[in-house]
């Protein structure tokens, strides 16, 4: 995870890849803090122990190539 220009951005072996909180943006109060600039990061942090995490099952769906069709 890392924080440039108010925006935060995930990486894929932060725990927050799966955590419902990120899906939803605000709830994450990490990811709140950073965006708001109520905390700052001096680094890349990983997050991988967040006592915030809450388990999110991702369901992606395959949705046809418009393009082909036409
Ligand atoms: S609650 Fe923790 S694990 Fe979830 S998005 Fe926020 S920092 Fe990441």
Redesign the pocket.
């Known amino acids: 995870?890392y924080c440039d220009r108010g925006k935060v951005y995930?990486e894929e072996d932060?725990?927050?890849i799966d955590?419902?909180?990120?899906t939803k943006h605000v709830d994450?109060?990490?990811?709140q803090a950073l965006a708001l600039g109520y905390v700052y990061m001096d680094d890349i942090l990983n997050?991988t122990n967040?006592?915030?995490?809450?388990h999110y099952e991702r369901h992606l769906k395959l949705v046809k190539d418009l393009k082909k069709e036409d």
């Open positions: 995870m995930i932060d725990q927050c955590c419902e909180n990120f994450c109060p990490l990811i997050v967040c006592n915030f995490y809450k």
